[in-house]
């Protein structure tokens, strides 16, 4: 990590915000309007309905009706997130893009901050930064930067895969234009895990950095959250990473990835917490099978690295962790890891 002070934008920049909306035409004015507010950076929207049952076609033509920088696209067919995200990304032509659903919003300033950064930094491609959580009115949120961070790209994907996690909301995430044509897209084969794997493949060819301060973003949580309605479910999301490793590490030109011992550091970690969710579901009365699944996933996981499994300490640890006694040393490491992900983005 490389700390930095923060600076004002060099010169002026477009970023083009694309907001994807399903049924979401309650929220769409509150995210549209997040972006307009945006000072120092020219901003245009494109906004997509995904073919909506509700309102949410009308709400969004009222507000280009309002103004000429927010763009319509309505679908007369559902055709799905990944590919949603995919046809807005590529339509806009801003310097910068940014992916914001209708539902969350930034906040003020947020655009600049992450533009000037990219601005004195030309080998970063992406710039992310904490997403506050709110579930009405959004919260008022601390507007200064107490510093950047930059990392060289596959430093950070090292790091990332190690732990197989993404410390990254994609509401705080803005990518240079550049950047996402390298990528080109959202991967349909995790749905899921989309934006994770984008990150990755980003930081394989690009260097990252992050804006630290109380937000960049807000992410709002409601009972119709995607991720926890038709995504729900931790053995989902580790599936989706499993796959997802094997994408990286057999599609990126090779010159680009971190050693294959990093692939099977992340299959580690993905058995690790396979188990520790074994153990504690085994603790559910309901019985639910949840725990069988999880030990089937990790033996099946197991199974793709090279023969040396887990470290037995490691699985005894993780045992104690989640043991009753343990609770107290977990609840204590996971608050620390929290801190760190808070504070600097790891």
Excluded at 48 to 54: H, K, L, P, V, Y
Excluded at 77 to 85: D, E, L, M, S, V
Excluded at 152 to 170: A, D, E, K
Aim: glycine share 6%; with cysteine; hydrophobic share 40%.
């Amino acid at each position: 990590m490389r700390f930095h002070r923060p600076a004002a934008p060099a010169e002026r920049a477009t970023v083009s915000v694309v907001i994807p909306c399903y049924r979401y035409g309650n929220y769409l004015p509150t995210a549209v309007a997040s972006v307009l507010e945006q000072a120092d950076v020219d901003v245009d929207v494109l906004v997509i309905d995904d073919a909506s049952d509700d309102d949410s076609a009308q709400v969004a033509r009222d507000l280009a009706a309002q103004d000429v920088r927010v763009r319509v696209v309505v679908h007369t067919a559902n055709a799905g997130h990944i590919a949603t995200y995919n046809e807005g990304l590529n339509q806009v032509k801003g310097d910068y893009v940014v992916l914001l659903s209708a539902d969350d919003a930034l906040v003020p300033g947020s655009l600049a901050r992450a533009v000037a950064l990219m601005q004195r930094h030309p080998r970063v491609g992406l710039v992310y930064g904490h997403c506050a959580y709110f579930t009405d009115e959004p919260p008022r949120a601390d507007r200064a930067a107490r510093s950047w961070t930059t990392w060289p790209g596959r430093q950070w994907l090292t790091w990332m895969c190690s732990r197989s996690t993404n410390p990254v909301y994609t509401p705080g995430v803005v990518m240079r234009r550049t950047a996402w044509d390298d990528v080109g897209r959202y991967d349909a084969r995790v749905p899921h895990a989309g934006d994770m794997l984008l990150w990755y493949q980003t930081a394989a060819r690009w260097d990252v950095g992050r804006v630290n301060n109380e937000a960049q973003a807000l992410y709002r949580v409601h009972g119709t959250n995607m991720h926890l309605t038709q995504y729900a479910g931790m053995l989902r999301d580790m599936q989706e990473q499993r796959t997802l490793l094997g994408i990286l590490f057999e599609e990126t030109p090779p010159a680009h990835l971190p050693p294959a011992r990093v692939r099977e550091s992340a299959l580690r970690s993905i058995v690790r917490r396979a188990n520790r969710l074994a153990i504690a579901e085994s603790r559910d009365p309901s019985g639910d099978g949840s725990a069988e699944a999880f030990r089937r996933f990790s033996a099946e996981t197991t199974t793709l690295l090279d023969g040396r499994g887990v470290n037995p300490a490691l699985v005894a640890w993780d045992a104690w962790l989640e043991s009753r006694w343990g609770g107290l040393a977990r609840r204590a490491v996971r608050h620390v890891w929290w801190q760190l992900w808070r504070r600097y983005g790891v």
